[in-house]
């Protein structure tokens, strides 16, 4: 009997991760477009059918904003005394945690619990706080 063995390079998660996401906005985005162009967006059948605000005239919708198809309202955003975060925003109802930082960039961080919100916004250290008890806890995207 012969031994057969297969091996392969390392795979980037990250990058196929990051297709995959691509893939999924251009998808939505592809509905949306049609369903703008046919007059049914927001309608029953729809993408967004339950969750579209109305636009206004002459704006087109865009995948990966939540706020055109969630209908929810903006997160209200916390300013926060500390060296690499600037605001610090939760959405109770979906559970999501929202950080802008100073350097610009933003993240939405997934099924945080209501807890773990209040922890942080009582926490002495906002950067010591999120380095240990939300980077690297809860799936992330950037916001």
Known sequence: ???????????????????????????????????????????????????????????????????????????????????FISKIGYEEGRKQLTIHFRSGSRRRYYLVPAAVFKAFMAAESKGSFYNSRVRGCFTSMPA
């Open 1 to 83: 009997m012969t031994k057969i063995t297969i091996t392969s390079p390392p795979i980037d998660f990250r990058s196929v991760i990051d297709d995959a996401v691509r893939q999924i906005k251009d998808s939505v985005q592809q509905r949306i477009n049609f369903e703008v162009k046919h007059g049914i967006y927001g309608k029953p059948g729809s993408i967004a059918y339950g969750h579209a605000r109305p636009l206004p005239s002459g704006a087109r919708p865009q995948a990966g904003l939540a706020a055109h198809a969630s209908g929810a309202k903006p997160v209200v955003m916390i300013p926060v005394s500390c060296s």
